[in-house]
């Protein structure tokens, strides 16, 4: 397999491809066309081809792709053949939405803890989830194994936070704030703004680019 | 200005760089170089410039681009300048949550009502928006000229919801929902899936691809 690095959009393409595998797989369905792929996440059936001839000879010409094995080499591409420890900062109305979504472990990603600062919100459990105090964030992220957070305070406190996290160990931050944090070298980073695909709409309603149902 | 289609890709990115010079302008900067706007959103300078040479001679070489000029050509393509009037359905724990963020109307996105089905949350107000009865939307929509919905209902109601959507005139949807919807040809969709960010941290992590501050 080779080990270039893949631009951040084939990235979220490649995971794209892999929400409709699953969906096909459960399914039942064997081949795929790159013409369905496309249509289903928004790009060209060119595209598509291209961004899968870099993990092997996959889709013979007019056969399609074997739907299980191209998820399961995606699944391994971006890392998911295990399932990773993910943690909620924030139990407002935003973060106590996150704990209810099921989809997420389902896709590798398992919620074991949220941290806040209220203590009206600390010490109930958010559909199984321990809501924990934010003063023991470093001890509960070192022993219930965090690896990834998600970031869903308000912006005040969220550069300060980011830096525990790191200091703490996590490896990744998805960032719901409109702050820009920069927790160091070690920790990955994305930042998941409403107003960006908001602004993706825009352009296509302007300019009437898209017959509808682009995305993810 | 050219017409030709930009990709998605290409959009998300520009949304990216438009979110940094708006900080930017804030903060009084006069210009910035093709690197800066790069690291800021996850890019190479390459790309910087390939991007943004599409939209004429900006950035003399050395010299980098003016940022007041530079943002006003983006908020131009992306559609941004006019105010967009937007409806969120479903005002649950994220429903509720989107109500909150102040940064939408800054950036061109007007949240002028809620719908909601549960009689118990009907008729409050969120942050002055008023929430409204399902049974009314397209009514509703109709009369306060809403142009763009955001879909925050559990998977079951969302398809059902995006044909009502689409018929009482909405040219956009943003779709938190699992389930995919198809509202027809006149209507852009575009998905929020949080599973996809933590994908791109999955990736980032385990390749270790990335030295952090990678995103939007």
Chains 1, 2 share one sequence.
């Not at 920790?187 to 998941?192: G, L, Q, S």
Request: net charge positive; proline share 5%.
């Amino acid at each position: 397999m080779n080990t270039r690095r893949i631009s951040d959009s084939t990235v979220r393409r490649l995971s794209g491809y892999l929400r409709y595998l699953r969906q096909l797989s459960a399914d039942g369905r064997p081949v795929v066309s790159s013409r369905e792929l496309a249509d289903e996440t928004g790009t060209t059936a060119a595209q598509v081809r291209k961004d899968l001839s870099q993990f092997g000879s996959f889709g013979q010409r007019g056969r399609g792709y074997p739907v299980t094995a191209l998820r399961d080499v995606l699944i391994r591409i971006l890392g998911l053949r295990r399932q990773w420890r993910v943690c909620v900062v924030g139990a407002g109305r935003l973060g106590s939405a996150l704990l209810g979504y099921e989809d997420l472990a389902r896709r590798g990603f398992e919620v074991v803890a949220a941290f806040e600062i209220d203590p009206a919100k600390v010490g109930r459990s958010v559909r199984g989830v321990p809501v924990l105090p934010v003063e023991e964030l470093e001890r509960e992220i070192d022993m219930r194994g965090v690896e990834i957070a998600i970031l869903a305070v308000p912006d005040a406190p969220a550069r300060q936070l980011a830096q525990r996290l790191a200091a703490a160990g996590v490896t990744g931050i998805l960032n719901f704030t409109s702050t820009k944090i920069d927790p160091g070298p070690g920790v990955a980073v994305r930042v998941m703004d409403i107003a960006v695909e908001l602004e993706g709409l825009s352009y296509t309603i302007v300019t009437g680019a898209s017959a509808g149902g682009a995305g993810p």
